[in-house]
Every structure is written in structure tokens, then in C-alpha cells.
């Protein structure tokens, strides 16, 4: 194996998998600006991509487009311009980084969630609306117009339902199997609805990717810190989100998905302060105001201290 030293490995990966702009922004906005209030000027957003290669128009573009898609808020203060989270998008930002940096250890408790929806009940844009949230959050479509999750978060559900306008169109129960009644084995449904070939194949590569960082002596420079943290933090998130987070006993073993996690939360806890200096540094550069990092930061991978 090719013993790197930090400055190469991130040459190398942004040559070889260089991250789409407007995505990079959404995992540092998540990952870095979240924390400290979720807003930040452009100039410190520049310098904070400028590592990446991406330039000023390449980020005006992607903020830009996350504005129009209801993620971000612009504002100005005379000559200068700010971008925070959206308040309405904040429950998904949470949403996703519960999921990014708790452990992924789902127990089952013999129940399913199904949530059953008629054609004739939904129009056709809620239904497509309703279909890609739901896969989104692991739900397989079971059969047409059932959908089903052996380990669904009901509050998040509920949102999802509440913010689509589908309350009241949709009838969601959980069920479990009927003692003494012969059924298909278990994996076997499993299986059918849910294709976890993909999801497993990214976990190992971003384990293949990210392990040789493991070796890196430190300390580390804040920014070459903070460019590998976001780097890992954007690729775990890539494979980890479409990651349908089935319970433990449903999922192979071994799942790679529990080695990446402790490989992701290894790499976190080794980089993170180095990573905080340089979003701090930049950000006091256009707020002598900037705040420091919230207690929730530091509750991210079971604790950072």
C-alpha cells in the first residue's frame, strides 16, 4: 500500500474524484458552518472552497442554486453578501447528521412501519414527491403502492408526510409476523427490497480510500486538516445516505458499513480541532463576531473530547 503524506493524498483525490461545488457546499455548510450558527459571509465561504478548486463564480453558482432549492437564505449588509441556512431546510440538515455521525447500530424489534397509499388517493407529483422521500430515508416499495422500513423513525415520517401536504391520504401501521403462520424467510424479503450490493461496494471503497490516513503523523496544518475532513465527512455522507439503515440482525455479516463508521469517527476525532482553527481563522476574518462551535459539535462520533 502507497504510504501518502497529507499534502499528496489530497492532490490525489481531487484529481482522481474531484467533489461536484454545489454538493462540497452542502457538506461544509452541514459539517462546518452549521455549528456556528449556520450562517457565514462569502469571503470566508470563498476561502473556506478555495482549497478544493473551486472558484468564485463556481461557488456563486452553487449558492445561487441551493437558494432556489430552499436550502440556503441569501443577505446582504451593504457591499457584502451572507448565506445561512434556511430555517425550514434545518430539520433536514439535523436529520441528515444524526444519521452521519451517530452509530449506525439499528436493533430490530420483530415490527414493520408499512405505509400503504392508493393511486387514486395521491396526485401524481405527491406521488413522486412521497416515493423519493421515502426511499430517500431506506423505505422499500414492497409491493405498488406499499412501502415498508423494519426500523422507521416515526418523527421523521411524520415530517416528511406533514411537509409534502400528504396527511390524511395515506394509512401507516406497523405489523409483525403472525405466530405459527408458515412465511418466506426473512432474509429472503429482505433481500427483494432492498439492494444492499451498492451500499456495501461504497462503504469498502471509502474504506479502502480513507484507511492509509490512519498512519498520517501529526499534528496536522489546520487547512490541510480541514480539507480532509471535509473530504471525509462528504464521502462517508455520499455512501451513508442512501444507506436505507436497516436493523443489525436484517443486515449481512460482516457490514462494512460498522468498520466505515468507526473509521470515519477515528479520522474525525484525530482532525477535528486542527480543522476547527481554520474555520474559525476564517471566519473571524469577515466576523470579529464568529461563534465558536456549539456543544453539539462536540457530541458528533460519541464525543470529540
Not at 66 to 90: C, K, N, T
Not at 142 to 152: E, R, Y
Request: a neutral charge; hydrophobic letters at 45%.
Amino acid at each position: 500500500m502507497k504510504q501518502w503524506n497529507s499534502t499528496e493524498w489530497i492532490a490525489h483525490f481531487l484529481a482522481s474524484d474531484p467533489p461536484r461545488s454545489k454538493s462540497l457546499v452542502m457538506t461544509i455548510f452541514g459539517d462546518a458552518i452549521a455549528p456556528h450558527g449556520g450562517t457565514v459571509w462569502l469571503g470566508s465561504l470563498i476561502e473556506l472552497l478555495a482549497p478544493f478548486g473551486v472558484n468564485d463564480r463556481l461557488l456563486r453558482t452553487s449558492v445561487f442554486r441551493l437558494a432556489q432549492e430552499g436550502w440556503l437564505v441569501a443577505s446582504r449588509d451593504r457591499r457584502r453578501s451572507a448565506y445561512a441556512i434556511l430555517p425550514q431546510a434545518q430539520p433536514r440538515f439535523e436529520r441528515a447528521n444524526r444519521r452521519i455521525y451517530a452509530p449506525l447500530e439499528v436493533h430490530w424489534d420483530g415490527h414493520w412501519t408499512l405505509l400503504l397509499a392508493s393511486g387514486g388517493q395521491l396526485e401524481a407529483p405527491l406521488r413522486a414527491a412521497l416515493r423519493k422521500e421515502l426511499l430517500w430515508e431506506g423505505y422499500a416499495l414492497v409491493t405498488p403502492g406499499v412501502f415498508g422500513h423494519p426500523a422507521a423513525d416515526i418523527d421523521v415520517l411524520r415530517d416528511i408526510l406533514e411537509r409534502l401536504g400528504a396527511g390524511g391520504k395515506l394509512f401507516a401501521c406497523r405489523a409483525t409476523e403472525l405466530p405459527g403462520v408458515a412465511g418466506r424467510p426473512l432474509p429472503e424479503l429482505v433481500g427483494d427490497g432492498w439492494d444492499l450490493s451498492g451500499v456495501s461496494a461504497g462503504y469498502q471503497q471509502f474504506i479502502d480510500r480513507f484507511e492509509p490516513l490512519l498512519g498520517l503523523p501529526a499534528p496536522m496544518a489546520p487547512q490541510q486538516a480541514f480539507v480532509i475532513r471535509t473530504l471525509l465527512i462528504h464521502a462517508y455522507r455520499r455512501v451513508q445516505l442512501h444507506d436505507p439503515m436497516l436493523p443489525v440482525e436484517l443486515l449481512p455479516d460482516p457490514w462494512p458499513g460498522a468498520r466505515a463508521y468507526e473509521l470515519a469517527r477515528a479520522l474525525y476525532r484525530q482532525i477535528c480541532a486542527a480543522a476547527e482553527e481554520h474555520v474559525m481563522a476564517a471566519m473571524l476574518r469577515e466576523d470579529d463576531g464568529a461563534a465558536p462551535a456549539d456543544a453539539g459539535f462536540f457530541e458528533r462520533f460519541g464525543g470529540l473530547q
